[in-house]
């Protein structure tokens, strides 16, 4: 699907063009990507995404459809991710005491304290589970709901590494007399394994936790995911509490929801979002130009991936120009491939999880320079890959596993390559909201 000054749930609108296909903007800046809308280009993901609208709902966008949400309503892009959550809807449930509990989840609760389902719904676009407590317990534990059966279900093993994501409120009852709420990552064995829980404080508001583990135990055949009220002996319990989506991915850190087709529970995976544009509909040549990209990253890049932000190549990744949040730092990487060689210059560029930020990059036939925002202009010498021809933005590789898994805010070119001084005038102008 390609697309020309698309925004979301849109069809085309209306504008000045640059040659390129973009907007001109500032300077004779080409603007390719800014708040709702990309200029020119093609953007493609295979099946439906939901994300967060800019109104606060999660909604579900359509195949080739781009998503613009958070405060700022910035483009998200995003690689591949499964959800081995199999019900993540609630599907199965039936009000009643105790009720019926969805498909693969379980209720968990201590002797003296009797359970309800009260039924499901929709809140803020999310599925949900409403669940009361009430009694006396006789005995200590844990109050809760889990998803997924402690076997059968999340099958994992030593050495994987997993996240776990969920969002709660309270919506009736209180916490009075509950110890501690904490959101648990556990290894099976199949019996109970390590584990790792991130405490928390509910209140009415919907709140969103994850739980990140790399699993640890020889004989580890799943992981469960759970979110737990701990109680004490003697504890009256009066509380209801409201369970949203419940996702597991095989990742360091949580990525947009992924559901199954209503009525079909199942593992589901969302496909990567990809934008690209040829380098004549970007602005820029083969041999020479600037490409400046403000954006944000809810989470630095973990020492398992790279989280790309541009690249310029030719075809592949064995000839390429690219910039990324560098793997387990706050770096950003300025790095070339040339014949399947790749060199490369790391800047201190201090980004921050959920912080805006804006890099810029300026390339001739010899040499390449970038700069952080308010940083020194730092150059990576020596000829760039020849015959570039394709700009791709929010990843590093032509393969599409290096997504930034973030919010893309603006992008703007020019067909030649500025000065150092230009370089960092640009990118310190570059919006941020």
């Avoid at 919506?171 to 584990?195: C, D, I, K, Y």
């Avoid at 969103?208 to 469960?224: F, Y």
């Avoid at 509909?281 to 932000?309: E, H, I, K, Y």
């Avoid at 060689?341 to 040499?367: E, H, K, R, Y």
Wanted: proline share 5%.
């Amino acid at each position: 699907m390609s697309v020309s000054l698309l925004g979301p749930n849109t069809g085309f609108g209306l504008g000045n063009w640059a040659a390129a296909g973009g907007l001109l903007g500032p300077s004779g800046l080409c603007t390719l990507v800014s708040p709702g809308w990309i200029a020119g280009g093609t953007f493609s993901r295979v099946g439906s995404k939901w994300d967060v609208s800019p109104a606060g709902v999660l909604t579900e966008y359509g195949s080739n459809v781009p998503v613009f949400g958070g405060a700022n309503n910035w483009l998200s892009i995003e690689g591949q991710r499964t959800n081995s959550v199999r019900n993540p809807r609630h599907e199965g449930a039936v009000a009643g005491t105790p009720g019926t509990s969805p498909a693969n989840g379980a209720v968990l609760t201590v002797a003296g304290i009797a359970y309800s389902i009260v039924g499901t719904g929709v809140e803020y676009g999310y599925p949900y589970l409403d669940i009361e407590w009430g009694g006396t317990a006789t005995a200590a534990g844990y109050l809760g709901y889990q998803p997924e059966p402690n076997s059968g279900g999340i099958t994992a093993s030593q050495g994987q590494t997993w996240t776990a994501s969920s969002g709660m409120r309270v919506v009736g009852g209180s916490l009075t007399n509950v110890t501690n709420t904490r959101f648990r990552l556990q290894e099976r064995t199949p019996s109970a394994g390590s584990a790792i829980d991130t405490l928390f404080a509910p209140s009415s508001s919907m709140q969103l936790v994850s739980a990140s583990r790399t699993l640890t135990d020889a004989g580890t055949v799943a992981i469960i995911a759970a979110t737990l009220f701990q109680v004490a002996i003697g504890a009256t319990i009066a509380l209801r509490a409201r369970f949203f989506y419940f996702g597991a991915e095989q990742a360091l850190f949580a990525s947009s929801p992924a559901f199954p087709a209503v009525g079909s529970p199942a593992q589901s995976t969302r496909n990567a979002d990809q934008l690209a544009f040829t380098l004549a509909q970007a602005g820029l040549q083969s041999d020479r130009g600037t490409v400046l990209f403000s954006g944000v990253l809810p989470q630095l890049a973990t020492s398992a991936a790279n989280q790309g932000l541009f690249i310029l190549h030719a075809g592949g990744d064995s000839n390429r120009i690219a910039v990324q949040n560098q793997a387990n730092t706050s770096n950003i990487r300025l790095f070339k491939t040339l014949g399947g060689t790749t060199t490369n210059l790391d800047v201190v560029a201090g980004l921050a999880a959920g912080a805006p930020f804006s890099v810029g990059m300026t390339f001739d036939a010899n040499s390449m320079r970038i700069v952080a925002r308010n940083g020194a202009v730092q150059t990576l010498a020596g000829p760039i890959p020849s015959g570039l021809t394709t700009a791709v933005i929010g990843m590093s590789n032509a393969a599409l596993t290096t997504a930034m898994f973030g919010r893309v805010g603006y992008v703007r070119t020019l067909p030649y390559a500025v000065s150092d001084g230009q370089l960092q005038s640009h990118v310190n102008g570059m919006p941020l909201t």
